[in-house]
T-cell receptor, first 111, second 113 residues
Framework: SQELEQSPQSLIVQEGKNLTINCTSS?????LYWYKQKYGEGLIFLMM?????EEKSHEKITAKLDEKKQQSSLHITASQPSHAGIYLC???????????FGKGTRLSVIA | DAEITQSPRHKITETGRQVTLACHQT?????MFWYRQDLGHGLRLIHY???????NKGEVSDGYSVSRSNTEDLPLTLESAASSQTSVYFC????????????FGNGTRLTVT
């Protein structure tokens, strides 16, 4: 959806390096969701952010929602091959509309 | 454990045929969704339901229909399959809308020849 832009589209990093994926909305976010997808599989929920300035972490992955609630970043520290996959952000713009998704960021981690 | 199951995992059909993709969830969620995933387009919403007998059109609903006769199932029907409907289809469910994560099935890869 054009309402939600992810960058970069793809990323190749060396194992052990840090990386950041961005998700920018054209509208104020009611909620922002991060998912990970491995090839041929469904989407796995990572984190949900709703409050401006909120930051959540799960293992080596940290996600943050900016104060204005129009952009979120996903940061991976010391990347590992297990982090490889497609990362998608999904946005709720209200409490009664389905999620809209970005086009995804394909992450490859090389040794 | 609760889960959401899609069937079949792979389907090849011919242009013009009617096809139904199944989605069954044991989360007891009221909200169910169908998305399609295509290169360059990401995930796009086809149809969704907020409860039994409720159905709503999404961004790309033309050529698709759904029905919700119980809480657990939301089958997606392609009335007359077209090559443009070749895609990977994902079903999802959630406890709430906007404030709850979606739980996704593993997808159905549909090829229309």
């Amino acid at each position: 959806s054009q309402e939600l832009e992810q960058s970069p589209q793809s990323l190749i990093v060396q194992e052990g390096k840090n990386l950041t994926i961005n998700c920018t909305s054209s509208k104020t976010l009611y909620g922002l969701y991060w998912y990970k997808q491995k090839y041929g599989e469904g989407l796995i929920f990572l984190m949900m952010l709703q409050k401006g300035g909120e930051e959540k972490s799960h293992e080596k992955i940290t996600a943050k929602l900016d104060e204005k609630k129009q952009q979120s970043s996903l940061h991976i520290t010391a990347s590992q091959p297990s982090h490889a996959g497609i990362y998608l952000c999904g946005a709720a713009f209200s409490g009664n509309t389905p999620l809209v998704f970005g086009k995804g960021t394909r992450l490859s981690v090389i040794a | 454990d609760a889960e959401i199951t899609q069937s079949p995992r792979h389907k090849i059909t011919e242009t013009g045929r009617q096809v139904t993709l199944a989605c069954h969830q044991t989360w007891n969620h009221n909200n169910m969704f169908w998305y399609r995933q295509d290169l360059g387009h990401g995930l796009r919403l086809i149809h969704y339901s907020y409860g039994v007998q409720d159905t709503n059109k999404g961004e790309v609903s033309d050529g698709y229909s759904v029905s919700r006769s119980n809480t657990e199932d939301l089958p997606l029907t392609l009335e007359s399959a077209a090559s443009s409907q070749t895609s990977v289809y994902f079903c999802a469910s959630s406890a709430g809308v906007g404030n709850s994560p979606l739980h996704f099935g593993n997808g159905t890869r549909l090829t229309v020849t």
